[in-house]
Nanobody, 115 residues
Framework: QEQLTERGGGLVQPGGSLILSCTASTRIFRQYEMHWYRQTSEKSRELVAG???????DYADSVKGRFTIFRDNPTRIMYLQMDKMKSDVAAVYYC?????????WGQGTQVTVSS
């Protein structure tokens, strides 16, 4: 079973920035569409941003202008840069990869926004 390895969660002050990373195998990185999701105890898991292997990206309306998803193909790492952070973005963030009917999830990383 291939894995996605997330890093970068933690505590950040309101207005601050944080970057999450997700490392995948070569096969996944070449073929799979990759996403970031998030989930809180009050909300079900929701799509935050997605990026195709060629780099085309899309975002949930709630994060447009504040988050940037990008990928570095040589290192097989996908990133989520989060800026101007507010308490509403606090959640467990999950890396996700999808190709046809195959779904792969990371273990999740906690993001907390607090002063």
């Amino acid at each position: 079973q291939e894995q996605l390895t997330e890093r970068g969660g933690g505590l950040v002050q309101p207005g601050g920035s944080l970057i999450l990373s997700c490392t995948a195998s070569t096969r996944i990185f070449r073929q799979y569409e990759m996403h970031w999701y998030r989930q809180t105890s009050e909300k079900s898991r929701e799509l935050v941003a997605g990026i195709l292997s060629g780099g085309v990206a899309d975002y949930a309306d709630s994060v447009k202008g504040r988050f940037t998803i990008f990928r570095d193909n040589p290192t097989r790492i996908m990133y989520l840069q989060m800026d101007k952070m507010k308490s509403d973005v606090a959640a467990v963030y999950y890396c996700h990869a999808q190709f046809v009917a195959d779904d792969i999830w990371g273990q999740g990383t906690q993001v907390t926004v607090s002063s």
